[in-house]
């Protein structure tokens, strides 16, 4: 499986980003699928993430209220919407795939390259 995360960039404090991430090489529309993100200096830290028919998701304490994480399995497609964004949420984001429909006590096996949110103050 190939993960490529794209819709990263620079954006004001307040302001919103969508980040997608398009699976290749197989489908992975019956595996769950998540979000990490690693800003300067930190470990990487998780997210959000769906289960493999969006039935069931999870979002950190951080963004709760803020993204939404979301699928398209006809696409092969994963996405998270970033609202009233902060400083603090500038790191490299990537998206993942788990190989089981399922994420809870589940760590990713397939990992995409990642892409820049920066936000300003």
């Known amino acids: 499986v190939q993960l490529q995360a794209s819709g990263g960039g620079l954006v004001q404090a307040g302001g919103s980003l969508k980040l997608s991430c398009a699976a290749s090489?197989?489908?992975?529309?019956?595996?769950?699928m998540g979000w990490f993100r690693q800003a300067p200096g930190k470990e990487r830290e998780f997210v959000a993430a769906i289960n493999w028919n969006g039935g069931i998701t999870s979002h950190a304490d951080s963004v709760k209220g803020r993204f939404t994480i979301s699928r398209d399995n006809a696409k092969n497609t994963v996405y998270l919407e970033m609202n009233s964004l902060k400083p603090e949420d500038t790191a490299i984001y990537y998206c993942?795939?788990?190989?089981?429909?399922?994420?809870?006590?589940?760590?990713?096996?397939?990992w995409g390259q990642g892409t820049q949110v920066t936000v300003s103050s």
């Open positions: 993942a795939s788990y190989i089981s429909t399922n994420y809870y006590r589940q760590s990713p096996k397939y």
């Open positions: 090489g197989r489908t992975v529309s019956t595996y769950a």
